[in-house]
């Protein structure tokens, strides 16, 4: 079964094209299953039945995961399964059956906007990185762009001439998104001032590095933040997806309207950007991108 969930990665990774933390929280889902399954002798594939795998989520359950980790889980003994089936690796797929508990969307904590501004102020600096820092904290506080996208921004996704920023997503995800005044500042200051000295290859097209030159990774520009979060007194344990939720809260408070919000989120589907409208909307409004 191991052998199979590679090959489900693989086919993940080169016709799906997911994101690697998508590939990753398959197999993670994936061994999990196949750990359990392995107690109770069953290693083939072909011989997981419906009761094993209600079994698996009975165990989650007892075990007091959450809803939101068993749906997860769900979700991804669904998608090996249907591709087990579609390439004939199974006669039957024994998750059909497999329903995920009803999980309570919540409101996303958010920083005010005065925690916003007072954690992009902790990167005042004459240094490389300080200037690099600025760049990359003032993008996502004002775009709301996804960390994974931030960090493969290329130079050229700057128009600095049309205040906007492109990020590329898969085909139809792909957007362009309006940028303040302040941030395209921030950016010109990084490019002129400091990336040409920060970069390992000059034919490197990458918008931001790490200090050996190259790609930063997830785990690199959270430590970053989490540094600027101390720094500002801001005691909550913030991730960068939190100023993603702070930048849609933000739009909401401002009147926006939700489909504005989803095209600037670069949310695949409305229900995603919902969770940040308050329970009663009234005379919204199309998202002001006058620069400030």
Known sequence: MRKMIESFSGYLHNEKHTSRNTELSYERDLKKLCDYLETKNTTNVTAVTEKDLMGYVDHLTKLGRKPATVSRSIASCKAFF???LENGKIKSDPSVSLKAPKVEKKAPVVLTRDEMDNLVKQTVGDTDKEKRDRAMLEVLCGTGMRVSELLTLKVNDVDFGKSTIHISGSGKHDRSVPVRKKTMHALNIYIEEARESMISDEKSDLLFVNFSGDAMSRQGFWKILKFYAKKAGINMDITPHTLRHSFAARLVETGADLNDI???????????????APSKTKDKKSVNTKKR
């Open 262 to 276: 989803k095209d600037r989120m670069g949310h695949a589907d409305i229900s995603s950007t919902q969770i940040y």
């Open 82 to 84: 249907q591709y087990l």
